[in-house]
């Protein structure tokens, strides 16, 4: 496995305008240095403690992405130094995210995530509450928190129609908001949909095993 050639063949293919997040949970501290050292920056993870011990092991110039699901209780520790969490899914964590980011004298990017996907296993607002806050001016009422994009995950098929008929729902949601909300990033896509995503106007996309290989 080869994680710098990886990452300059997925690169090559990919427009320039989308940013490319290296999902490197699970993965040792070695394969994220060779990542670092081809010229990765964006790293994601799904656990907080490995976010944090990873953050602690490697050069500050990383930018750290917080892609699981994040519970109001942990968020504390990454509130110091997280880029971006792309995973923020009620406005009970918006509340909390913005709380720990005052405490930090920060202002903390987030991605609201939208659940797209008919799978019970996602998290995730519905485009109906997603208006709810929208109309009622919420996210304009804390000040450290930066809404820089929404994000959502398909569901887990190979009906590639399913597929794209769940990212242009979110494209379509995106564009209608995009500037009235000042959003920067539609995130779209992993490892095996990424194509797809980047068709339907994705420019954040999160792969791991194509860049690290599959998980043990």
């Known amino acids: 496995m080869n994680i ?117 296993t996602k998290f995730g607002f519905s485009f109906n509450d997603f208006e709810l806050i929208f109309n009622d001016n919420l996210l304009s009422t804390f000040n450290n928190i930066k809404v820089i994009g929404l994000m959502g995950m398909a569901s887990f098929t190979n009906d590639k129609n399913i597929v794209r008929g769940q990212f242009n729902s979110l494209k379509e949601l995106y564009v209608k908001h995009k500037e009235s909300l000042s959003l920067e990033f539609l995130s779209m896509g992993m490892s095996g949909d990424y194509n797809i995503a980047i068709e339907c106007q994705s420019n954040l996309i999160r792969l791991g095993s194509t860049i690290f290989g599959k998980r043990k």
Do not use: C
Request: net charge positive; charged share 30%.
């Open 4 to 120: 710098a050639n990886n990452l300059s063949e997925i690169k090559s293919k990919i427009p320039r305008y989308v940013k490319l997040v290296a999902v490197s949970k699970t993965k040792p501290v070695e394969d994220l240095e060779v990542a670092y050292k081809a010229g990765q920056l964006h790293f994601g993870e799904n656990k907080i403690q490995e976010l944090v011990s990873k953050h602690d092991a490697l050069p500050k110039d990383i930018k750290w992405h917080m892609i699981g699901h994040l519970q109001t209780n942990k968020v504390k520790y990454i509130a110091p130094f997280v880029h971006l969490i792309h995973s923020v899914d009620s406005v009970k964590l918006i509340k909390e995210v913005n709380k720990q980011a005052v405490k930090n004298d920060r202002i903390i990017n987030v991605l609201i995530q939208i659940d797209i996907s008919k799978d019970e």
